[in-house]
């Protein structure tokens, strides 16, 4: 059986960033909670990546690493985007990170945001995307 929720981490080799998220994401991911979810990692610089990348249609190729929650559709037989609830509302939480129509995040570079998705953000995405 399938599990329920798909998180995709889009990422690269060799990128600090990339390997934060997802050692944050799994350690978040080992707690009973969280027990639905399931991570697949989605290398960018590879085929297959890119094309999951390319399929994604949400984020933004310089807010890399990113990460997309899906769900199990049984009729589509595949994980499909979740929708955020409030399409670009404020989120105090996860502030510019989040993605606008999908329950996500994406990495914020500017000054503001200093390029960290921390394990407040990431718990956050998490709970919007559990009904």
Same mark, same amino acid.
């Given at each position: 059986m399938a599990a329920k929720y798909q998180i995709r981490v889009f990422?690269?080799?060799g990128c600090d960033k990339c390997h934060t998220l997802n050692q944050r994401l799994e350690k @978040?991911? +080992?707690?009973? #909670?969280?027990?639905?979810?399931?991570?697949?990692?989605c290398d960018v610089e590879?085929?297959?990546? @890119?094309? +999951?990348?390319? #399929?994604?249609?949400?984020i933004n190729p310089?807010?890399?690493p990113?990460?997309?929650?899906?769900?199990?559709d049984e009729t589509?037989?595949?994980?499909?985007p979740v929708d955020t609830a409030t399409p670009g509302a404020e989120d105090k939480i996860c502030k510019k990170s989040k993605l606008y129509q999908y329950v996500g995040l994406q990495t914020?570079?500017?000054?503001?945001?200093?390029g960290i998705l921390s394990p407040k953000m990431i718990q956050a995405v998490l709970a919007e995307a559990q009904p």
């Open positions: 990422g690269k080799e @978040i991911l +080992a707690k009973e #909670e969280y027990a639905d979810f399931e991570k697949h990692y590879t085929i297959d990546g @890119i094309v +999951a990348f390319s #399929e994604a249609e949400c310089s807010r890399i990113a990460m997309l929650v899906t769900r199990w589509e037989q595949d994980y499909v914020d570079y500017t000054e503001t945001g200093k």
